[in-house]
């Protein structure tokens, strides 16, 4: 394996970047929701970490946002870890995606929220810069043991010579496809399409509408401001031969070559000029493909989770995603932090909940239960992952996965949704509405290291 590492580094490390939001996550009703598991004062004691279990009692908070997979598996994770750990009581609190940040900058300042904090990787140059989190206690956490042990991903967690997250799972983006409605389309379930033009030639097949041309069934569902955008940065472009972002991180590379628009068009022309699809349809992509009103989708592996919770009959399959003049796919992963103002015991309880969530038996229970794949190599490249129906194909892909370097995800989201509608709606020219939102884009990077460079 140690050749599929190199190349997955090669590959990956290079083009991994920063985002500010996720997308793509359910965003759960709008009030704060805690749980707290009582400690088990008879329970066996673990002493993995030094300190942490000595008979001084602590409680210390986890913060994620509402999404019910990882909520539902951490409330019983939590529990599992008090069993080891009696004397320390962990408290969830979860937040709607979009209140995340927002509670993060108003609380942890005034020394107040989390003491361990899960959060996506591209959070964390705003969120060292603005002196939220402390780096990961090197006692724990050496370099050489993260260099050794995780994929090489993890390099995007260090920042200013420090690792300031650890992730417990990774997550790439892939096919979605119904197998039933493959069936029904006179499509072999086994062989979904491997390339652009099989996924235009396989949609058009799949595509119903009613007697006044409204979509019954999508072929694939189009939700711009959902993956697609990922799909277009960190797959289209570089399958199309193009590259995202330059090395140093600064300069926007999708008109450097043809490969930008092109992969810019064919997104568009799914919806626009082959009518596989069309914007909120069943409110958004994954409620239509969990409904059956989609017949494929373009999502990452987190959705495995969910899928199996909220469409436990749903017969579906997973696929790398169609390529072109190579391949290409976009990773991410949420990680687990540590506040800045968590000192003493309550540091030495973080650090041990921390190495909890990191270890072998909590990532193959996150594999299996929420869908996202195990951070650790050894654990992801177990047989019974590689080889598994659908979580095979998402690690299938590591190799040559990207990630794109987002300085402020929401207005790089919002400018290739807009640069979409423009087309779409306004029936601006695809090459001007690229041009524009290159510009765009690269205006926001300049402005971003400018206010870097002066620090």
Known sequence: MTTT???AKRAIVSSLGFIVLLTGCSAGDSKSVSTTVPTNTTAPQAATTANASNDEKVTIEYWQYQYPAKVELITKLIDDFQKK?????????????DQYNEKVATLVPA???????????????????????QPLPESAFSEEKIKSEFFPFVETAKLNGKYFAIPTAVRTLALFYNKDLYAKAGLDPSKPPATWDELVTY?????????????????????????????????LVYQAGGKDISDDRRHILWNESPAGLEAFKYLIDLSLVHQLGTKDFYNDDITAFKGGHAAMNIDGSFQLGGIGKDAPNLN???????????????????????TKNVQGKKLEAATAFLQFLTSKEVQEQWAEKVGELPAKKEVALQDKYT???????????????HAHYFVDEKLERDYFTQAVDEVVLNKVP?????DDLVKKTQKLFDDYWAKQDKK
């Open 5 to 7: 590492y190199r190349t």
């Open 85 to 97: 750990y009696p004397n320390i009581t962990v408290k969830q609190t979860t937040f709607p995606y």
């Open 111 to 133: 020394g107040k929220g989390p003491d361990v904090i899960n959060l996506y990787y591209g959070w964390l140059p705003k969120y060292v810069a603005s002196g939220f989190l």
């Open 203 to 235: 949609g058009k097949k799949l595509t119903e509408k009613d007697k006044n041309g409204q979509f019954v069934v999508e072929g694939i569902a189009w939700q711009p401001g959902a993956q697609l955008h990922h799909w277009f940065r960190d797959a």
């Open 316 to 338: 579906y399959a997973v696929a790398p995603l169609p390529s072109y003049k190579d391949k290409a796919t976009q990773v991410s992963f949420w990680a687990n932090a540590i």
């Open 387 to 401: 080889k598994d129906e659908k979580l095979g194909p998402f690690i299938s892909q590591l190799s040559y996965a």
């Open 430 to 434: 695809y090459e001007k509405a690229f």
